[in-house]
């Protein structure tokens, strides 16, 4: 049964929030909210793997290059080091937690390259890392005494008060769309770890639980967050009319795999010095280039020149879900576009997850550490998170156990429109694919002013629309992520108007160099006019 009060309160169940729970566990009960059932999030259908100095023929200093390098000179160098130099200690606690990560020998781990990396660094569990490592952290945190998971509640906003003239969180409200009941968890600590947001684009590697929802209440309660304008676009997704993306992880590409043309013409030696493993922004906007110029719907992978044995076992999931499409990735050509995948920006916290708003924590991919800068190499998000948790933790242990939360006033659960069951959902689905289409269309690869201005406008609509309907209608799972989708749609907007340069991911015709002079920083927003 769920109460009222626990010592720590985790709002989403992928690598950051079941890594943080298992430690400040040790000190208190912890209810982890998540919204549908419990594995379902971007950690679990990772694939490529997890970043980590574990060669001999690496180094920390190559690795933190390369990270800098990748994004564009906007990573906080001291966070991205520290995080970094801390990679192997926390795949030390994965493999005790359960992960089997995959080996050549007993002592040797297989280490795959993916864009970006000057070596093999990335530790994986065949092409399926994503689930073993939350499959292990589940059924961890389900032998934790002190762990409560409550699957298929959506956190709905924060509950955020002033305290001695600080923006303070004590909890969150929280819906259960099964039974319609609304509640509200009151916590010393509350961490946020609700991931990413890639379904407001309308071409997404992300599950549809990825609509951005920490990052919303998190502005809405009066967080800062930072470098929205950054979102990264995968190159390979699987393209074929009518069957849902699926990503191709970078790591075919590692194995020797090149992109092409229908005819195996390869195109990326015009674009960058590494090639097919140039990082993701370049192959990114090259795939487009490419497009824009051939007219084709995709460009192609070429993995022949790998013995088809090896591709069976280094990529089993990716070689029978596409022989299950009908490609045959050890003969065919395998034909691929870019699509939305992971968002660099996020609330702005501190290495430890600390956030301007007390007691209020965020890790994952809903936060923004200063790790990523303009652009993350790749893998380094699964390691970003599962680093920062624990870091996360300690801090919060400290906090938790430094002072009592302070009083809560009486604060009523933020929705009244209980009178109008929802009737008119196709004015919602409407929203929900007009946004999709218009952040596809106006803020994707690669951007123009003329269509960042339009956006502007068309956005404001649509979150008047989805407004009006969530606030006169009984609350709904679904009018819950729209609300949180048109307003992170807008945020985005409106980082990527202010940034009026090109840097990583942020790709402006109007404004195609970088501008160190101006714009070698953050694009911080923050709610004006406080609810509070
Ligand atoms: P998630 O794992 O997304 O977990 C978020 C959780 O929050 C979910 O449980 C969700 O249901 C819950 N939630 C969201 N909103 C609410 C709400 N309102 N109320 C309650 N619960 C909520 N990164 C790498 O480093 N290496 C890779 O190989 C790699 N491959 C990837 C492949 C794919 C297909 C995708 C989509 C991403 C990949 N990434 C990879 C990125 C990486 O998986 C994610 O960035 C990372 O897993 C995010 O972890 P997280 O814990 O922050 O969020
Ligand atoms: C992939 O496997 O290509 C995804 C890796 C990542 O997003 O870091």
Redesign the pocket.
């Known amino acids: 049964m769920m109460k009222d009060w626990y010592d720590f309160l985790v709002?989403?169940?992928?690598?950051?929030?079941l890594s943080y729970s298992l430690i400040v566990a040790e000190k208190g009960p912890v209810a982890i909210?998540?919204?549908?059932q419990e594995s379902?999030?971007?950690?679990n259908?990772?694939?490529?793997?997890?970043a980590s100095v574990m060669s001999p023929v690496d180094s920390f200093e190559d690795h933190l290059n390369d990270t800098l390098s990748a994004g564009a000179g906007l990573c906080h160098q001291d966070v991205a080091e520290k995080i970094i130099k801390s990679g192997p200690s926390a795949i030390d606690r994965l493999i005790e937690i359960g992960v089997n990560f995959t080996r050549m020998e007993a002592d040797q781990f297989s280490l795959g390259r993916e864009g970006g990396h000057s070596h093999k660094r990335v530790l994986h569990a065949a092409d399926l890392?994503?689930r073993e490592i939350e499959r292990a952290l589940l059924a961890a945190c389900h032998a934790h005494p002190n762990i409560t998971i409550f699957a298929n509640?959506?956190?709905v906003d924060l509950i955020s008060h002033r305290y001695q003239g600080e923006i303070t969180c004590g909890g969150a409200f929280i819906f259960n769309p099964r039974n319609r009941r609304k509640h509200q968890i009151k916590s010393a600590i509350t961490m946020i770890?609700?991931?990413?947001a890639?379904q407001l684009y309308r071409h997404t590697?992300?599950p549809r639980?990825?609509t951005g929802?920490?990052i919303a209440m998190a502005y809405r309660a009066g967080a800062k967050v930072a470098n929205l304008e950054f979102m990264q676009f995968h190159p390979t997704t699987l393209s074929l009319v009518g069957k849902k993306t699926f990503?191709i992880s970078e790591a075919v590409r590692g194995e020797g795999g090149v992109l092409c043309h229908s005819d195996g013409t390869q195109f990326m030696e015009k674009y960058h010095a590494m090639k097919d493993l140039a990082p993701r922004d370049v192959v990114a906007r090259a795939i487009d280039t490419e497009l824009k110029r051939s007219g084709k719907d995709s460009v192609y992978l070429d993995l022949r020149k790998m013995p088809a044995d090896k591709i069976k076992t280094r990529f089993p999931n990716i070689y029978i879900h596409c022989l299950e499409a009908g490609i045959d990735i050890t003969g065919d050509l395998v034909p691929v576009v870019p699509a939305a995948?992971?968002i660099c920006g996020g609330v702005m916290t501190d290495v430890c997850g600390r956030s301007n708003v007390k007691r209020l924590y965020v890790c994952?991919?809903?936060a923004c550490t200063g790790m990523h800068g303009a652009n993350r190499l790749a893998?380094?998000?699964?390691?970003e998170?599962v680093v920062t948790a624990e870091f996360a933790a300690g801090r919060s242990i400290e906090e938790f156990e430094a002072s009592n939360p302070p009083p809560l006033p009486s604060i009523e659960f933020p929705h009244s429109g209980d009178g109008n069951l929802p009737r008119e959902r196709v004015i919602m689905s409407y929203n929900r694919r007009e946004l999709k289409r218009l952040m596809w269309d106006c803020v994707g690869i690669v951007r123009s002013k003329y269509r960042l201005e339009e956006a502007v406008d068309r956005i404001e609509l649509i979150r008047q629309s989805v407004q009006r309907y969530y606030e006169s209608h009984s609350l709904s799972y679904t009018g819950i992520e729209l609300r949180n989708m048109a307003s992170l749609a807008g945020l985005i907007i409106k980082a990527a108007m202010i940034r009026t340069e090109s840097r990583g991911l942020h790709f402006i015709v109007d404004y195609p160099d970088t501008d160190d002079v101006n714009w070698k920083k953050e694009t911080i927003l923050e709610r004006k006019e406080n609810r509070l």
């Open positions: 709002i989403g169940s992928g690598i950051a929030g909210i998540t919204k549908k379902e999030s971007n950690t259908y990772a694939q490529g793997g997890i890392t994503g509640r959506i956190a770890a609700a991931g990413g890639g590697t992300n639980i990825a929802d920490g990503l995948h992971y994952g991919e809903s893998s380094n998000s699964l390691l998170a």
